[in-house]
């Protein structure tokens, strides 16, 4: 043990004051699944203020007053209400020049009332979104911490909420760190904050904590969770009606779980008609009722050979990666931004988006859902995470875990994926083999998938953790990382592959406007003679499953300094504007077509 010094004072020496907020964390196992449930938005105006040194959790100031050993009142350095005004969610870099670059803690702050609508109500607080490591307080009380830039969690509050006025205290921590998901090194912009919607969630003592609803052969399987906060045994009934498909049948509760496979012939969800039907769950459980209600579409995704089928037929992957980067807003996004996302694939004659390269909004899949779009998500396992550290681990198959909790339902998404261009090392696949084993664990009825990198000296695709996924993910530059243009269909035919391939990025930067020979660097004529290089190529391959080049939009890049990129990454199909398209959209158009 350390010597503690007489006269150690907490809050100015360094100790290990975090200790204490490690001990509740967030994690997948408490998520509930909240689509279809009547929410409270927290969203608006919080007070905030950037927390350079940590001070608001090295002190506690969450406790709300400090007092000295003789217990006498300390004075503060915080005063809630004194705080600048911000509004949440946002991506704290684009409130204010001064933000612009700052990585370090906020400390954000707001009240609320509340008072119970029913007896034994519990109450949850939900994030969708915040970047990265989040410790939350209520009252005083320490309701948890949470890692992870992108994915959902919640605490449920009930035992320290107050009837009436609640002081909500929420820490922000964004820096970054080799052993974090994504690490230090990325090419995206690392935005900080509250950046996705927060509320809270009234829900029954006993309630519907999650189900997973698909269709499997020719039944519609459905697992339902039920959580009982109450002392004493179970006594549950549960309903399941999909009217669209005259079901209404009981499921019988064990231990908490429900299960059902039902024969059904619904009409398939597909890009060409996205039919979604109206589930309702009906719990009625110790003198308590709950209600869920969800909008499922019902299709089978398989890779057999070295193709993809979606309900029995090969398809081809029309696709582009997209990034949630906006230029006003960062990470954070609006339906309608969701809604011209998809708008833009679509006059490109796409059907297919990856989501890259961490969880996108929870709107998205929803969306996706109803425009007949179909998802490759996925986790920041990017570059060179710490695959030896276990902490690391944890922290991917808990992010991995959330994903696939929040959006199993949704039949846009087709495809898991655990990870980006990582090198083919021991401890990498023994990391990467755990989290698809839990992908499949969490959900058998969609393919995982890997954006891997190719054997560069062998030219081929070879890559030990390919055993472990169902789709072959392949990121090649070939025109622009490596100007050989001819080595791309030396490798396609080199390689012969067990399983479909789809080539998850391909492209080259230009500057919008930027115009010169098809050989000049930045210029959108390499761009487009790249693009139409590349696909020329794609043609005559016959194990090409899918195609996403990189990228539908420019994006922040701190990596990126010189006179064409300005801090952007310029490889977008369409600038960072939104709205402006280079000629190599119109060559991705026309393959499409
Ligand atoms: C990649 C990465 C992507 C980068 C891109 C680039 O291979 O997966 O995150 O942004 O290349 O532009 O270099």
Known sequence: MKEKPENFTPGIHNSDYENEYLQSRLTASQLVNITGRRTESLNGKWRFAADLYDTCRRQGWFRQGRLNAEGRELPLDFDWESLEQITVPSSWNLLKPELYYFEGFGVYTRTFRYFAQ?????????????????????????????????????????????????????????????????????????????????????????????????????AISADVYI????????????????????????????NGKAKIKIPASPQLWSPENPKLYDVTFTLDANAHSDTVNDRIGFRIIEAKGQEIFLNGKKIFLKGVCVHEDHITLGKTTTEKIIRKTIRDLKEMNGMYLRLAHYPHDPRFARIADEEGVLLWEEIPVYWAIAFDNPDTYNDAENQLAELILRDRNRASVIIWSIGNENADTDSRLSFMSRLAEKAKALDESRLVSAACLIKHEKL?????????????????????????????????????????????????????????????????????????????????????????????????????????????NRKGLIDADRKSKKPAFYVMQEFYS
């Open 118 to 218: 029913e007896e034994g109500e519990r109450l949850l607080l939900r994030f969708e979104g915040a970047a990265y490591r989040t410790t939350v307080f209520l009252n005083g009380k320490i309701a948890g911490t949470h890692d992870g830039a992108s994915t959902p969690f919640n605490a449920d509050i009930t035992d320290i909420v107050n009837r009436g006025d609640n002081r909500i205290v929420v820490s922000v921590d964004a820096r970054r760190s080799p052993l974090r998901l994504p690490m230090e090194n990325t090419d995206w912009f690392n935005y900080g904050g509250i950046y996705r919607d927060i509320y809270l969630v009234r829900l029954p003592p006993v309630y519907i904590k999650d189900w997973f609803v698909r269709l499997d052969s020719s």
């Open 227 to 254: 959580e009982n906060t109450k002392d004493g045994q179970l006594n549950a009934n549960l309903r399941m009606e999909i009217p669209g498909l005259n079901i209404c049948n009981d499921i019988p509760v064990i």
């Open 460 to 568: 081929k695709i070879e890559d030990r953790l390919i055993d472990h996924l169902d789709v072959i993910g392949i990121n090649e530059y070939y025109g622009w990382y490596d100007p050989d243009f001819d080595k791309l269909p030396k490798m396609l035919e080199i390689s012969n592959p067990e399983k479909p391939v789809v080539i998850c990025e391909f492209g080259g930067d230009a500057r919008l406007g930027h115009r010169g020979t098809a050989e000049e660097l930045w210029t959108e004529d390499k761009q487009k003679h790249i693009y139409e290089k590349q696909v020329e190529t794609f043609k005559k391959c016959p194990y090409i499953a899918g195609i996403t080049p990189w990228i539908l939009y420019d994006f922040r890049c701190p990596r990126r300094f010189n006179r064409y990129q300005e801090g952007f």
